[in-house]
C-alpha cells in the first residue's frame, strides 16, 4: 500500500520569512496530492491540492509542487504570517477506487513575530 | 466545517464499554469517512462508505463497527473501548467521483481509562 513521509516534523520560522515542507510517497499509481492546515481544536482544512497532470500549483502565498519522477511534492509558504501557525499534513491519494487518502505525520509550524 | 457536525466533541470513558460517534453532514455528499488522529501517526483511515449500502474498511479497522443510517449519517461504534483507542477522532465527506477534496469535522476527542 502507500506510505506517505513527511518531513520536518516541526518547523520554526521568522514572521516574513518562507516555510517549505516535503512529503515523499511509495506508490507511483498515487495521483492526487490534497494539503491539509489544523488549527488547535479544529478539523484539518484543505487549502490546497494538486493533481498528477500539474507540475505546480499556486494559490496567493501557498503553492505546491509535484515531482512525479521522485514522488515527492512540497508546500511553500512565502511571506509567512503569525495566523499560518498550525500543523499541516500532506496526503496522497490513489484513485482506481474511490477516495482514498494516506496522509503524513504532520508537520507543526511555528511563526515567530 | 460546520457543514460536518460530529457529537460528542468530548468523551471519557472506561474500558469495555460501548461508545458510538455520530457524524451528520449537510453537504449532500456522497461519501463519508471515519478517521483515527494519533500524535505523530497523522490521520488514519478506519472505514469509509461510499453510499448508504457501500461500506468498506480501512487501514485499522480492528475494534470498530459503522453504520451509514442516511446519506447524511454516519456512526463509528467502539464495542468494547480498550485504552489504546485513546485518540482524536475525525469525520469527513467527499462528492463522488475522482480526486475530489475531502471536508473534515471538527473531531471527537475519546478517552478511555
Known amino acids: 500500500g502507500e506510505n506517505v513521509e513527511q518531513h520536518p516534523s516541526t518547523l520554526s520560522v521568522q514572521e516574513g520569512d518562507s516555510a517549505v515542507i516535503k512529503c515523499t510517497y511509495s506508490d507511483s499509481a498515487s495521483n492526487y496530492f490534497p494539503w491539509y492546515k489544523q488549527e488547535l481544536g479544529k478539523g484539518p482544512q484543505l487549502i490546497i491540492d494538486i493533481r498528477s497532470n500539474v507540475g505546480e500549483k499556486k494559490d496567493q502565498r501557498i503553492a505546491v509542487t509535484l515531482n512525479k519522477t521522485a514522488k515527492h511534492f512540497s508546500l511553500h509558504i512565502t511571506e509567512t504570517q503569525p495566523e499560518d501557525s498550525a500543523v499541516y499534513f500532506c496526503?496522497?491519494?490513489?484513485?482506481?477506487?474511490?477516495?482514498?487518502?494516506?496522509f503524513g505525520a504532520g508537520t507543526i509550524l511555528r511563526v515567530k513575530s | 466545517d460546520a457543514d460536518v457536525t460530529q457529537t460528542p466533541r468530548n468523551r471519557i470513558t472506561k474500558t469495555g464499554k460501548r461508545i458510538m460517534l455520530e457524524c451528520s453532514q449537510t453537504k449532500g455528499h456522497d461519501r463519508m469517512y471515519w478517521y483515527r488522529q494519533d500524535p505523530g501517526l497523522g490521520l488514519r483511515l478506519i472505514y469509509y462508505?461510499?453510499?448508504?449500502?457501500?461500506?468498506n474498511k480501512g487501514e485499522i479497522s480492528d475494534g470498530y463497527s459503522v453504520s451509514r443510517q442516511a446519506q447524511a449519517k454516519f456512526s463509528l461504534s467502539l464495542e468494547s473501548a480498550i485504552p489504546n483507542q485513546t485518540a482524536l477522532y475525525f469525520c469527513?465527506?467527499?462528492?463522488?467521483?475522482?480526486?475530489?477534496?475531502?471536508?473534515f469535522g471538527d473531531g471527537t476527542r475519546l478517552s478511555i481509562l
Open positions: 462508505s461510499f453510499d448508504v449500502k457501500d461500506i
Open positions: 469527513a465527506t467527499s462528492v463522488r467521483g475522482r480526486n475530489q477534496p475531502q471536508h
Open positions: 496526503a496522497a491519494g490513489y484513485m482506481e477506487y474511490g477516495n482514498k487518502l494516506v
